[in-house]
C-alpha cells in the first residue's frame, strides 16, 4: 500500500515494518497512524460543514462581537448573541451550536430557554461559521472557546462556579475540553455541564455514520469519554432513543464516566432522533430540575447578577465583513417569487372560484348570472347573492335583484360567481355563458384573492385576441428571477390599486423605491456614519419609516393651526371634508398636519432591521470610506459563490410583495380596503346616511361634503373602522376645541401647544398601560414632533451635524415607541 501510494520511505523509516512488503501484514491501526496527516482535511470537512449564514450584521439585536487580541485590526472578532435577563439572573450558560446550523438558526431556542428557565444566555460562532472568519477544525474552535471563557472572566466578571456550559452534537467537544480545562488548569470546578446528542468517541462515530474502517483512519478529535472522568461537577445529558447519527450508546459511555451522579440527569427520550427535539418535555424540563440541582449545591451564590452594557455594533464593521455579509431578508425569497409568479401570471396559479372584473375591461355576462355583491360602502348588501339582469345603459351600473328588489350596482363591485365556466350550471345559473364570454373570463382571470380584479392599465392590458394567451409575467423586467415593477406606469385608479393583488404590489413598490432614495440621501447626510452604533440607524430608518409611510397605512390627517379640513389617506389617495379627492405622491404630511394613525401596515420590526443593513451595504459614501468588497462572497457545498445586493427597484418591490402577500391574508383588512375604495368613489354619501356618532352635535348637513371637519372625521372613522373607533380623551379634547358648535370663531391649536404631550414610557415596559385610552394622540404628537425636527434648519441641510443628529434620534425613537404602543391595541 505504502509502495502503491508512491511513499516508499516510509518502509523504510518504520522499524517495526518489514521491507519485503509482498509477504508481510500491516496492520491497519499502522496504516491509520502514517495517514491520519493526510485525512485531516477530508475529516475536517466532513465534520464541519457550515451551512448558509442565518442572520447578518442588523438582523439580531442580541449579536455583538468578542475581540481577538490576535486577530486584525479590521476584524470585529467572534461573533456571539447574548440573551440575558435584564432584572438578573443566577447563572450564565454558554451554548455551542451543533453541525449545520449556527448561532442565528439557535436564536429561537436559546431566547426560550433564557425566558423560560430565567438564567443569562450566551451563544459563540464556530469559524468559517455565519460571520465568523477562518475555517472549522479542533484547533480553532478550541481557541474560539478559549477567547469565550476569556470573555466571561475578564469583562463580564462572572464567577465560573455560576457558568453552564452547553454543547450539542458536535458542539458537545469544545464544551467539554473547556470545562475540562476550567477543572484542570485553572483549578476551579465549573458550575455545570449539559450535553445534547454529544459523543463519547469520534472515532466510533464516524464509523457509525460511514464504514467501519473509518475509526480506524479517523484519530481523536475530542476524547470527551476521558474528559469526563476527570470533571468534578454536575452534568446533564439529553439523547435520543431514535438517534441515528451519533447512537445513544455514545452517552451511556459518558454516564458511566460522570463523577457527581447525585447531583447529575441523564434523560434519554423515548421518542426524539439527533435533530427532532419535544421542546417542552425533553429539553426545558430536563434543564430546570439540572438548574435546581446545581443550584442546591453547598455555598453556590443565590443572589442574580445583572450583565453589564456590551459594546454596541458600528457601522464599521460592515468593511471587514463585507465578503460574508448579505441581508437576511424578512421574507422568503423563493416563496415571494413563486407567490408573485402566480399573481402577475394567473394561468400559473390555480383558478379562482370568484371572478372580479374592473369596469374599465368588464364584459357583461347573460342575464341570469349569479353574482356577489361586495365591497359597497354600506354593509347590508355587502355578500348578498343576487341575480343579473341587464344593464342600465345611462351610466353602465348593473341591475341585479337582491331579495325581491332590483338594485344598481356599480360593476366594481359585482362579483360572478362560477366555479367551472364550462360547468357553470351546477352553480345555480339560470342560462349558460356565451363561448365569447367564456374565452373573456379566461383571459382576464384573477389570482387566488376574491378580491383582486384584473389590470386596467394600458400598458398591461391584452392588446389583441392573438395575445390573449400571453402571461402577464413577460411584461414586467425581471433581474435574477425576481421581479422588478417600479418601471411600469404608475396606478390611478384606487380599485385596481387596493382591490387588486397586483395592484397593491405596483403601488407600494413605486412608494418604497422613493421612500429608499430619500433614506439613502439621508444617511449618506450623517456625519461621521461609520462610527455610529447600528442599533441608532435602525431606530432611524423605523422613525424615518413611520414618517414617510412608503407602504399602506390609513391616516386621519388635520390641518394645522385651525383644523379647517380634514382628510383620510390610505397610501397616496386621499378624500377630504372639502370634497377633494385624488392621489398626492409625495411622501410625508409636513409639519403643518396633525397625522394620527387610525390603522399601520407593518407590525414587524425585522424589516426595518432588513432596510437598514441594505441602505448601508449599498451607500455610496460608505464604499468609498470602506472599501472592503463590492460583493458578498459566500462558501457553500464547496463552492465559492459571489451573491450581488438586490437592486433598490428589485428590493422594493419585494417588501412590497411581502408586504401585500400578508395582508392579503387578513379578512379585516381586505375589508378595509374595500370600504376606502367605497367612499373614494362614492362621495361618502353612504356614511352620512348612517346614523353615527359626531364630536359636535353639529346639526345634519343636506351636502355629502362641505361638512364640518368633526362630523366628516367622525363618520370616517365609523365607516371604515369597525365598531366606530373613537378618539382617546386627549385627541378628542383637541378635536372639540378646534371644530367647537359657534360658527365664525376661529381657533387656532399651534403645533408647540400639541407637542407638550405626556411622556412615553419606556418601550421595555408595557404599552397598554397607562396610555391605553390616548394611544392616538401620543402617536400623533411624536409624529408632529419628528416632521418638525427634520424641517428645522440644522437636519434640512446638507449634511445632519452632530448637534442635529441626537435631537433626530430622540424624536424618532419616541416616535417608534408611540406606534408600538397604539399597535399594541390591535
Known sequence: WLKLLGRPELLAASGNVPRSFETAHLSVSRLSWTMVPGLQWIVNRVAFQPPFPTYSLASCA??????????????????????????????????AHSNGTDIGGMRQILHSISDRLQVHVLSYEFPGYGLHAGSANMNSIDRTARLVLNFIMQDLGVDLERVIWYGRSIGSGPTMRIAHHIQKKLKRPPGGVILQCGFACFPEVAAHVCFPVAKHLIGHMWKNQAMMLELKCPVLIIHGKN???????????????????????????????????????????????????????????????????????????????????LPVYGFRAPELVTWLRGVIDPGSAKKSKVLALSSAQRTVPQAGATVRIQG????????????????????????????????????????????????????????????????????????????????????????????????????????????????????EDPS?????????????????????????????????????????????????????????????????????????????????????????????????VLRVPLWLGLPSHMPFRCIAEWSLLNSKRLMQELPGRKRCITFRRGKRKALELLPDSVFATCMAADFVRRVSKAARVKALFQKFVGLYLFDASGLLASDVTTFDEASPVQQPYNCRPGRFSSMARSGLLEGGVTPGSRLKEVYTKLWQKTPGQEVEVSAAELMQGTPLPERSSDHRQDIAEDRDWFASMRLLTYEHVCHSGESSSASLSWSAWPATLSAGFEVNTALEAFQARR
Open 243 to 325: 438517534d441515528q447519527i451519533i447512537p445513544t450508546e455514545q452517552s451511556d459511555k459518558l454516564w458511566k464516566a460522570v463523577d457527581k451522579k447525585d447531583l447529575s440527569i441523564f434523560h434519554n427520550c423515548s421518542c426524539c432522533d439527533h435533530n427532532s427535539f419535544n421542546h417542552e418535555r425533553c429539553v426545558l424540563r430536563p434543564m430546570c430540575d439540572f438548574i435546581t440541582r446545581v443550584k442546591s449545591v453547598p455555598d453556590f451564590p443565590a443572589h442574580a447578577f445583572v450583565l453589564r452594557t456590551l459594546e454596541p455594533n458600528l457601522v464599521r464593521h460592515i468593511d471587514s465583513l463585507r465578503g460574508r455579509l
Open 376 to 491: 359597497m360602502p354600506w354593509d347590508d348588501a355587502n355578500q348578498q347573492l343576487g341575480t343579473l339582469v341587464g344593464v342600465d345603459e345611462t351610466d353602465g351600473h348593473w341591475k341585479v335583484i337582491l331579495e325581491g328588489e332590483a338594485v344598481l350596482v356599480p360593476p366594481e363591485f359585482v362579483a360572478v360567481e362560477q366555479v367551472n365556466i364550462e360547468g357553470c350550471q351546477e352553480e345555480g345559473r339560470s342560462s349558460q355563458v356565451t363561448q365569447a364570454d367564456s374565452a373573456v373570463f379566461r383571459r382576464l382571470g384573477s389570482s387566488a384573492s376574491s378580491l383582486t380584479a384584473p389590470i386596467s392599465d394600458p400598458a398591461l392590458k391584452d392588446k389583441s385576441a392573438e395575445e390573449a394567451e400571453t402571461p402577464l409575467i413577460q411584461l414586467i423586467p425581471t433581474w435574477n428571477n425576481y421581479f422588478d415593477m417600479c418601471e411600469l406606469p404608475p396606478l
Open 62 to 95: 442580541e449579536l455583538f462581537f468578542i475581540k481577538d487580541p490576535k486577530g486584525r485590526i479590521a476584524n470585529p472578532g467572534v461573533p456571539c448573541m447574548l440573551y440575558a435577563i435584564p432584572t438578573g439572573a443566577p447563572l450564565l450558560m454558554v451554548h
Open 496 to 592: 385596481v390599486a387596493f382591490l387588486n393583488s397586483l395592484g397593491m404590489v405596483r403601488l407600494c413598490a413605486r412608494r418604497f423605491l422613493s421612500f429608499l432614495e430619500r433614506l439613502q440621501s439621508r444617511l449618506d447626510a450623517v456625519e461621521d456614519l461609520a462610527s455610529k452604533p447600528l442599533e441608532e440607524v435602525v431606530e432611524f430608518v423605523e422613525a424615518e419609516f413611520w414618517m414617510c409611510d412608503p407602504l399602506l397605512s390609513l391616516w386621519e390627517e388635520v390641518s394645522l393651526p385651525r383644523g379647517d379640513k380634514v382628510r383620510i389617506r390610505l397610501g397616496p389617495f386621499f378624500f377630504d371634508s372639502d370634497g377633494a379627492r385624488g392621489c398626492d405622491t409625495k411622501l410625508g404630511s409636513g409639519p403643518d
